[in-house]
């Protein structure tokens, strides 16, 4: 492996509470260790098209609390194929970049594996998504403050839900994974949490709503992960007005503000915490790797693995958010 002189960071896929402290960390490590450091501007595009910026230790000031990346990100198809991947690497070469440090997920360590086989570029990554299921890690970056918004969120919405004797059906993200409504629907006390590790069966669901009417429960709170197998919260909602006609049923759909925010302090955390280490794994001569947070203790776990792993959800915590609902 050559002397590693210059090293670039980029964020790419989609964007998470905590990004800018993953940035700022691995810049300011970086410049200490001595590194010259660069971002990639809209992610793997960047490498691609030549679009880089110096980052110096003023460039990430005042950036820790701030939501979103300042490098902007995106998703490259393009980066799958080999004739881009060719032009990112004859670039990285003309700029004299020697080694990569890249935040996102499951796409973003799929083009960094294949690119870093094919070239021998030294790159590690960082967990940046807030859907939670990255396997080798705890918690992954954003994740802590998406919970925490989509929790205030749901707050506000039962107030109104008590106020008006309605029942809330709310849809958070996780196309693949139940992590957000999970951990959300036990911390806002939801009567029901539907996510996609776990079947759904319109009829204890219908069920249940039937015996919390009997015992005088006139509001209530459903949380619907979008890749859920009903369909999500609209088709939710149908099924319980087509059972239930006289209940009082509004949809929310909480969308991409799940995703913006001041990140919370344990993501700013462990950000700064992985993006240190990801200068110091690279000074270290390893490389193919994404670092995590396992026991608090910094983990690494090939892209390989990291890739064709997801982290399973606590069904446990599913049974027990239907007995404290009761």
């Known amino acids: ?29 970086g410049i200490n260790e001595g590194y010259e450091m660069v971002g990639s501007i809209r992610g793997y595009h ?32 393009a980066f799958y194929e080999k004739e881009e991947r060719k032009k990112a690497y004859e670039k990285m070469q003309t700029i004299g970049i020697d080694a990569l440090v890249v935040i996102g997920g499951d796409g973003t360590f799929t083009g960094a ?92 669901m219908l069920y249940k709503l039937e015996k919390d009417w009997k015992k005088n429960k006139t509001s209530g709170i459903i949380i619907v992960s979008e890749g859920d197998d009903s369909g999500g919260a609209m088709e939710v909602e149908r099924e319980i007005n087509e059972h239930f006609p006289d209940f009082e049923t509004r949809v929310s759909i909480l969308g991409h503000i799940q995703r913006g925010g001041s990140p919370s ?26 670092l995590g947070m396992v026991d608090n203790e910094v983990e690494l776990t090939s892209f390989e693995k990291s890739i064709k792993h997801h982290q399973h959800i606590d069904l446990e915590l599913l049974d027990m958010a239907r007995v404290l609902a009761i």
């Open 1 to 29: 492996m050559k002397e590693i002189k210059k090293i670039a960071v980029l964020t790419s896929g989609g964007d998470s509470p905590g990004m800018n402290a993953a940035i700022r960390a691995v810049v300011r490590t």
């Open 46 to 77: 960047g490498l691609i098209s030549g679009e880089i910026v110096p980052l110096h230790s003023r460039s990430v000031s005042n950036i820790i609390q701030r939501g979103g990346t300042i490098l902007k990100s995106a998703r490259c198809k």
């Open 113 to 204: 594996k294949l690119f870093g086989k094919e070239y021998g570029i030294p790159i590690v990554g960082l967990p940046g998504t807030i859907d939670n299921d990255l396997y080798g890690t705890d918690f992954t970056i954003g994740y802590d403050t998406a919970i925490n918004t989509v929790m205030e969120a749901v707050d506000k919405l039962r107030d109104t839900a008590y106020s008006h004797d309605r029942l809330f059906i709310i849809e958070v993200m996780g196309r693949d994974a139940g992590f957000i409504a999970l951990r959300s629907g036990i911390a806002t006390g939801a009567e029901i949490i539907l996510v996609p590790e776990s079947p759904t069966y319109i009829d204890e």
């Open 265 to 290: 302090a344990m993501d700013r955390v462990l950000a700064s915490t992985l993006g240190n280490a990801a200068i110091m794994t690279i000074k270290d001569g390893v490389s193919g790797v994404m």
